[in-house]
Every structure is written in C-alpha cells, then in structure tokens.
C-alpha cells in the first residue's frame, strides 16, 4: 500500500474527502498492479486514474467558480500543473508499459503532491466553500 488511511488530511467538505478517498483507492491499487507486473490491470488503471484526476479537479474548480472562492486561480494552477505532469507519464506509459517510471512517478511526484495539495489548498477551499 502506497498511501495508507489517514495520511490525506480530511478537510470541511465531506463531497471532497469522499473523492479523496475513492482516489487514494484508485493510487494504491494501481500501485499494487504496477508492483507486480500485471500490466492489463495496470493499464486501465492508469485510463482510469487519467479521467478520475480530470474529474476531481474539475469538480473542485467549479465548486470554487461557484463560491466566488479568493484563491482559484492559484489553486486551479496547481491542477493544470498536475494535469500536465500526470499526461506526460500516461503518454510514456502508453508507449512504453514501464512499471517502474510510473511507480517512481507515485512515489515521489503524486502522492507528496496529493498531501500537501490537500492541506494547503483543498483544506483552505473546502473550509470557504463549505459542507
């Protein structure tokens, strides 16, 4: 396990720790696929980790639209940041099915990302926009 429970701080919106959640899920099980080889699973894995980021970060920035939420602009820009580093690896994944890019990309670029995300800005967002 990548990511264990309660290593993604919960802020005040319960709609976006459920999302955290579901993608903290879908990291983990991805990882574990990428861990042991199995590169189907892992491949619509990764189709599926590409769609549930856009959602996610899509919901949220509309959520924040709504709310007239101060910090959007640098908050969506963190997305767009993660969106493009997250595409990069999926289109060298496609081409190449390197488990271990992929899983480095986890470990050290992902998941640091998704903790700290969580506690400045989504914690900061979720406390404006409220429950």
């Known amino acids: 396990m990548l990511v264990k ?8 919106n319960m709609f976006m ?3 955290h959640e579901d993608e903290i899920d879908l990291i983990n099980e991805l990882y574990e696929k990428l861990k042991v080889g199995d590169l189907d699973e892992a ?11 856009e959602d996610h970060f899509s919901m949220e920035e509309e959520l ?6 101060f910090g959007y602009p ?3 820009a963190e997305h767009d940041n993660m969106r493009k580093d997250f595409k ?10 390197s488990p271990r890019k992929v ?9 640091p990302w998704l903790k700290l995300h969580v506690a400045q800005w989504d914690s900061v967002t979720a406390m404006h926009i409220g429950d």
């Open 5 to 12: 429970p309660g290593q993604i701080q919960k802020v005040a």
């Open 17 to 19: 720790n459920a999302v």
């Open 43 to 53: 491949d619509k894995l990764m189709d599926e980790l590409l769609v549930d980021l």
């Open 64 to 69: 924040m639209k709504e709310a007239d939420f």
């Open 74 to 76: 640098m908050h969506k």
């Open 88 to 97: 990069k690896v999926y289109d060298e994944w496609k081409k190449e099915k």
């Open 103 to 111: 899983m480095t990309f986890l470990e050290e670029k992902l998941v």
